[in-house]
C-alpha cells in the first residue's frame, strides 16, 4: 500500500520566494495533518483538516503560513514570503480519523538561504 | 510544565540489554497512546498504539499503560543496533487534541 507521499523531498530556495509543499494522503484516510520539525522545537503541528475542512490552525506561525486541502487526496502548505527561520524538516500525516494514529511521510527539507 | 514530559536522553546500552523508554504525562483526559520510531532523516513510523491501562505486546516490543499514575513505557527486548534511533510517545484527548513528547535519542552499542 502506498504511504503518504510528499513532495518535494528537499528544496532551497532564496528569502522571500513562495514555497509550495505538497502531500498527498493515504487513501480512505479523512485526516490530514502538517507539521513542521526542528533540533531545537522538536515536531510542532501547524495545522490539520479533517474531511477537507481545516479543523485547528493555531500552529501556524504566521500569515506567511497558508495550507489548503481541495479534495481528499490533495493538500498544500505554501510559506510566502519565506525567510530564513522557516528552515526546517515539513511532515504531513494522515489517520483514518482524528482519534487513529497518524501515518507520516518522509518529509520536505526546506532550506531557506 | 508540559503536558507531556520525555528524556530526550540520549539513552545508550549494549546489543541485547532491555531498554525502558517512558513518558509521563498530566491530563487525565488522554485516552490514547501512541510510541513512534524515527530514523534520522525518515518520518516517524508507528510502533504501538492503545487505549486502554495494560500491556500490549508486539514481537520485541512492549507498549505499557498506567492511566492511574499517568506513565507509559516502551520496553524492547533484545536490542539490535538497527533499533537505535528516536522513540517519540504520543497521546490524545477527549477532545482529539494530540500531545508528543519531545523524544528520547536511544543508541544499541553493537
Known amino acids: 500500500d502506498a504511504g503518504v507521499i510528499q513532495s518535494p523531498r528537499h528544496e532551497v530556495t532564496e528569502m522571500g520566494q513562495e514555497v509550495t509543499l505538497r502531500c498527498k494522503p493515504i487513501s480512505g484516510h479523512n485526516s490530514l495533518f502538517w507539521y513542521r520539525q526542528t533540533m531545537m522545537r522538536g515536531l510542532e503541528l501547524l495545522i490539520y483538516?479533517?474531511?477537507?475542512?481545516?479543523?485547528?490552525d493555531s500552529g501556524m506561525p504566521e500569515d506567511r503560513f497558508s495550507a489548503k486541502m481541495p479534495n481528499a487526496s490533495f493538500s498544500t502548505l505554501k510559506i510566502q514570503p519565506s525567510e530564513p527561520r522557516d528552515s526546517a524538516v515539513y511532515f504531513c500525516?494522515?489517520?483514518?480519523?482524528?482519534?487513529?494514529?497518524?501515518?507520516f511521510g518522509d518529509g520536505t527539507r526546506l532550506s531557506i538561504l | 510544565q508540559k503536558e507531556v514530559e520525555q528524556d530526550p536522553g540520549p539513552l545508550s546500552v549494549p546489543e541485547g540489554a532491555i531498554v525502558s523508554l517512558n513518558c509521563t504525562y498530566s491530563?487525565?483526559?488522554?485516552?490514547?497512546f501512541m510510541w513512534y520510531r524515527q530514523y534520522s532523516r525518515k518520518g516517524p513510523e508507528l510502533l504501538m498504539y492503545t487505549y486502554s491501562s495494560g500491556n500490549k505486546e508486539d514481537g520485541r516490543f512492549t507498549a505499557q499503560v498506567d492511566k492511574s499514575s499517568k506513565y507509559i513505557s516502551l520496553f524492547i527486548r533484545d536490542s539490535q543496533p538497527s533499533d537505535s534511533a528516536t522513540y517519540l510517545c504520543?497521546?490524545?484527548?477527549?477532545?482529539?487534541?494530540?500531545?508528543w513528547g519531545a523524544g528520547t535519542k536511544l543508541i544499541i552499542k553493537p
Open positions: 500525516a494522515s489517520s483514518q480519523d482524528l482519534n487513529q494514529p497518524q501515518h
Open positions: 504520543a497521546m490524545i484527548d477527549s477532545n482529539y487534541q494530540l500531545i
Open positions: 483538516f479533517n474531511n477537507n475542512v481545516p479543523i485547528d
Open positions: 491530563n487525565s483526559a488522554f485516552q490514547y
